[in-house]
């Protein structure tokens, strides 16, 4: 089950906890795996832990025309694209009133908007293969809104908007549009959190713990694998019970 | 027929499991041919790649009919 031998597969923000977790998984399933982000060194650091099977394309997701490089660039060193993980995402955390522009925009545009972009170019080749696999990563605050995070919590409720609306228009070709929306998952972004916000985060959480990269990548494999064939427009939360939909 | 023509259609017939018969140059994708939205996007795309041209989308928009493909194509590849 989920074997993902010769798939090949595209994770954006694959140096971040997440994306290195995601990367890692479907890499283990025997998937060919291209790996994005910002950070060469960090990049090259996965690749060199992976060893065969994997390559670097860097990119920068605020950027537009990185954005529309990405899906051709991965599609030319991987001979294809069967998995598009869109998983780069980054905050700007504000309160509501004091949030700038630039905050929202900056969110808006790699949360959401690159997603848009590289699910459209990697959908045209997948539509002619007739197989494809695209996974969201979203929020558990995407659906329970979060003080502070009126742009985040914004791009990742569109991304399990633009989620659906992609799953109807290219299930006829035997393309799944999924969703994961992680709780709070031990990652640089949770790092950053003091001892009493930690504290307070883990009273909402029923399992008491914080979720492990790998529990969510376990996620991105089922929704990337074969046994997923009948899955789409879904959204998977994987949040030790702090949200229940 | 000529060439492109003949092209087009064995594209069309591929593409939508039609009849040869039914790809007339009058036919309409939609109303004729039982394509739907996407497969006229499919069709333009498999126009683009076995003419090696470029079909911008306001183009595209107004390739209704297999006569419209033909025509376009005749008159904007090789």
Known sequence: MFDLSGRKALVTGATGGLGGAIARALHGQGAHVAISGTRREALEALAGELGERVHV??????????????VPAAEAALGGLDVL?????????????RMKDEEWDSVIAVNL????????AAVKGMMKRRYGRIVNVG?????TGNAGQGNYAAAKAGL??????LAAEVASRKITVNCIAPGFITSPMTDVLNEKQREGILATVPMGRLGEGSEVAAAAVYLASDEAAYVTGHTLHVNGGMAMF | MSDIADRVKKIVVDHLGVEPEKVTPNANFIDDLG???????ELVMAFEEEFNVEIP???????????????FLEKNSG
């Open chain 1, 57 to 70: 394309v860097e990119a920068n997701l605020s950027d537009t025309a990185a954005v529309e490089a990405l």
């Open chain 1, 85 to 97: 993980v869109n998983n780069a995402g980054i905050t700007r955390d504000n309160l509501f009133l």
């Open chain 1, 113 to 120: 908007t690159a997603a848009f972009r590289l699910s459209r």
């Open chain 1, 139 to 143: 929020s558990v605050v995407g659906a």
């Open chain 1, 160 to 165: 399990v908007g633009l989620t659906k609306a």
């Open chain 2, 35 to 41: 394509a739907d939205s996407l497969d006229t996007v």
């Open chain 2, 57 to 71: 989308d306001d183009a595209a928009e107004t390739i209704q009919t297999v006569g419209d493909a033909i025509k």
